[in-house]
């Protein structure tokens, strides 16, 4: 360590003697618009990848959720012939084989037992809390229909249902559930499909990255974490990002209250056979809940079990 007569400095010696340094998070000059639905298959698939994105990235983009209008009806034609599915059991098979592939559980049995009818009630639901309360909450209610119908089989098009996690969010699920049902809620959730058109989106999830020249990235389908870091980098024209470090597992889980094994091997950068381990080390045993389904680990906070 050298200290410096002229410079007056101990160490190394910057070039400049005064330098301005801006210390203000980057201006978010990227529109992000997520088109999805609540009983979007690979939507659920892709939620490990996306909740890592948003958590290091989401400093350089302003975050919309779009509905999409993926189910209005069941009716006599098909309904997507180029994936085999004509009827609501159709629809079984194809979840089970995304939830193996991507490892985000997915029962499916609902679909053959007590089909969803429609994904508009509880997109309807989405909007009003959006409309009503704010993102946040709306965001979190679709992660809570999605693991009601995806990993717990539950009906979440269900009057009952919808009210029954509306309450979880602690909100007026009666209100809401009764206030999406009035025209209000169709006329919100007309907006987002007219949006969704607007940009151009066909299927589900799309992600378009659009910046302050109104030119953007779309990117269709789930795709790994780095094809959406790239997609930023080109909506910004920028060659290097800064990613901010991900959270404490401790206040993840805090925040989230459920997490399946792949969020946490995404998230943390892990082998399926490290989370177990990983988790114990990172909370005491008082603090959670390890749980299996469909021969996956998941963890609960313990205020939730």
């Given at each position: ?16 003697e ?24 690979h939507?659920?698939?892709?939620e ?39 009827k609501?059991?159709?629809v079984?098979?194809?979840?089970r084989?995304?939830g ?12 053959i ?12 639901v ?21 693991e ?18 509306v ?12 206030e ?10 007309n ?6 058109r ?6 589900f ?7 302050e020249?109104?030119?953007?990235v ?12 790239n ?5 910004l ?8 470090s ?6 993840l889980?805090?925040?989230?209250k459920?997490?399946?094994?792949k ?5 943390y ?37």
């Amino acid at each position: 360590m050298i200290c410096d007569l002229k410079t007056g400095v101990c160490g190394e010696v910057g070039e400049e003697e005064m330098e301005v340094i801006d210390f203000n998070q980057p201006q978010k000059s990227v529109q992000l618009y997520y088109v999805t639905d609540p009983i979007c298959s690979h939507c659920w698939a892709i939620e490990p990848v996306l909740r890592r994105f948003v958590e290091q990235y989401g400093h350089y983009f302003n975050f919309h959720t779009v509905m999409g209008g993926l189910l209005e009806k069941w009716h006599d034609g098909p309904i997507d012939p180029a994936n085999g599915i004509y009827k609501p059991a159709d629809v079984a098979g194809h979840w089970r084989e995304v939830g193996q592939h991507s490892r985000m559980p997915i029962d499916g049995s609902l679909m053959i037992d007590n089909p969803v009818q429609s994904s508009y009630p509880p997109s309807r639901v989405f909007k009003i809390i959006q409309k009503n309360h704010s993102d946040a909450q709306a965001f979190e209610f679709l992660r809570r229909a999605r693991e009601a119908l995806f990993a717990f089989n539950q009906n979440i098009a269900e009057k009952s249902e919808m009210i029954e996690i509306v309450n979880q969010l602690g909100l007026d699920g009666e209100a809401i559930v009764t206030e999406a049902e009035q025209p209000v809620g169709q006329q919100l959730l007309n907006e987002d499909f007219a949006l969704a058109r607007k940009l151009g989106v066909r299927g589900f999830p799309t992600i378009m990255m659009i910046n302050e020249e109104n030119k953007g990235v779309k990117i269709s389908g789930g795709r790994p974490f780095e094809f959406y870091v790239n997609g930023l980098k080109q909506a910004l024209n920028q060659e290097e990002l800064l990613p901010k470090s991900v959270p404490s597992f401790a206040n993840l889980l805090e925040k989230e209250k459920l997490l399946f094994s792949k969020e946490i091997e995404v998230m943390y950068d892990l082998e399926q056979s490290e989370v177990a381990a990983f988790v114990q080390q990172e909370l005491p045993h008082d603090r959670y809940q390890a749980k299996e389904l469909l021969g996956e680990l998941y963890f609960t906070s313990a205020k939730m079990s």
